[in-house]
């Protein structure tokens, strides 16, 4: 008996140090589900033995037409107050923070809302977090906006809050111009499908004897429609030498019904894609004269010469000027040398993220950053479950499709393209002839790479 006694003294010291230690709080990241929940109910009942991070921090909860502001109780009388909306009351809050010694301040990325409130207090020189909102509704809940900007301070005191990554202003501002462009053809590919749908209406199969009614052909044909003109063989006479089917064959395509309510739908959809073709010329225009003003990184290096024959054809929808030279000054690396990266996916990665690549620590970090590493769900260490986090970044999307269009290469020649290296890629897998390709990876290592060289002076 006094041996199991004995053995038992030890244990029963181990779990009465469990049960009545208190845990120690470290970075939030780092804590399990327990440690969370024990932080969580300590900061609900009062328990201010939890390390405070951030002294002198402010909450802000963002609105449409007002923003409720809190700080500690000991700063001001009134610890909680609302702001309009307006510069000069934005101002005004920026004045009674500092008069209440708040040097940092957390808020949550509520639309576009937050944008003013964000530059007018980093003009006032404090220090924001921008929170994503995902990392504060798992919390426990508070649903008015005082008891939430209540809710962000506590948050932020106790350092719980993390805070989003925000481009430079010049990068920022290289983005507006790019995200304008890019919805600027999105929108006139809405106009050319209802285009088509007017003209497939009336059973003009313009679409099924050249490959795009945007083309010389095609816009040649819809113009002299739209002047009155009905003869088929009149309208096949605008065909292009470069067009495969015969005159014959057209004439045949534009015989139809014409109906006056779907030509009145085909003037306006003409006239709506012309319009969106003049705003992507300025839009070039201007985008042109912003990436000249900005720094030349390329210390005296030339400009590789592409011998891929599929990168020096000039794709349609591309820039009127030559994005490749301008990414190249701009960045001090040719982006375009990556496989899978075309200078379109490499302007998008660049306005959405920039060439200061020291915010990530590594290639993990900037996938994990993006959103294409795994979320998996693990408990008594299995995997329960699968997934991914959901995302809408731009960034994102076009290096997803990037990879896709790697992926596919490396299925079609079986390995003919040398790997990248990159510890994010996917495995290998079989190709159903017995033999094991290669791994098929991803360039989102490769792209921080190939920004981070030394010659760049990127970083």
Not at 91 to 110: D, F, H, N, P, Y
Not at 288 to 305: K, M, N, S, V
Not at 314 to 340: A, W
Not at 342 to 358: I, L, P
Request: one cysteine or more; aromatic letters at 6%.
């Amino acid at each position: 008996m006094k041996s199991q006694a004995a053995k038992k003294g030890p244990k029963d010291k181990q779990e009465s140090k469990k049960t009545s230690g208190k845990s120690t709080p470290g970075k939030w990241e780092e804590m399990n589900r327990k440690q969370r929940r024990e932080i969580m109910r300590q900061m609900q009942s009062e328990d201010l033995n939890l390390e405070v991070v951030h002294p002198h921090a402010a909450g802000i909860d963002i609105g449409n037409a007002s923003h409720y502001v809190a700080v500690p109780p000991s700063r001001d009388p009134q610890p909680v107050r609302c702001f309009g909306c307006t510069t000069a009351e934005l101002k005004t809050m920026a004045e009674w923070l500092k008069q209440c010694g708040i040097r940092t301040v957390a808020m949550q990325s509520t639309g576009v809302y937050w944008i003013a409130v964000y530059e007018i207090l980093e003009e006032a020189g404090l220090e924001v977090y921008l929170v994503n909102a995902r990392e504060t509704k798992n919390l426990p809940g508070r649903k008015t906006d005082v008891q939430e900007s209540q809710w962000l301070m506590k948050l932020h005191t106790y350092g719980l809050l993390r805070n989003s990554f925000r481009p430079s202003q010049e990068i920022r501002i290289l983005r507006t111009y790019w995200r304008q462009r890019q919805d600027l053809v999105r929108s006139t590919g809405r106009h050319i499908q209802r285009m088509q749908k007017a003209l497939t209406q009336m059973n003009i199969q313009l679409a099924n004897v050249i490959s795009d009614i945007s083309g010389v052909t095609g816009q040649a044909i819809l113009k002299a429609i739209l002047d009155g003109q009905r003869d088929p063989r009149e309208l096949a006479a605008y065909r292009d030498c470069r067009v495969e089917a015969s005159e014959e064959e057209i004439a045949q395509a534009l015989e139809g019904n014409w109906q006056e309510d779907q030509l009145f739908v085909l003037r306006q959809e003409q006239a709506g894609y012309e319009f969106c073709q003049k705003q992507i010329t300025e839009c070039d225009q201007q985008l042109a004269q912003y990436l000249a003003r900005l720094e030349d990184r390329t210390q005296g290096a030339t400009l590789p010469e592409e011998t891929r024959k599929g990168r020096r054809k000039k794709k349609k929808g591309n820039p009127q000027f030559n994005l490749r030279e301008e990414l190249f000054r701009m960045t001090g690396v040719d982006l375009t040398q990556i496989d899978g990266i075309d200078v379109m996916t490499a302007m998008t990665v660049v306005s959405e993220v920039g060439w200061d690549m020291s915010k990530w620590k590594t290639e993990n970090h900037f996938v994990s950053w993006l959103k294409l590493s795994p979320d998996n769900q693990i408990s008594g260490g299995k995997v329960i479950g699968k997934g991914r986090m959901p995302t809408n970044n731009r960034a994102t999307t076009v290096l997803k499709n990037g990879g896709h269009y790697f992926t596919g290469e490396r299925q079609l020649f079986r390995g003919a393209v040398p790997p990248i290296s990159d510890s994010a890629g996917a495995s290998g897998g079989d190709q159903g002839d017995g033999r094991q390709t290669r791994p098929a990876r991803l360039p989102h290592a490769a792209l921080r790479n190939e920004i981070c060289k030394p010659r760049s002076r990127v970083l």
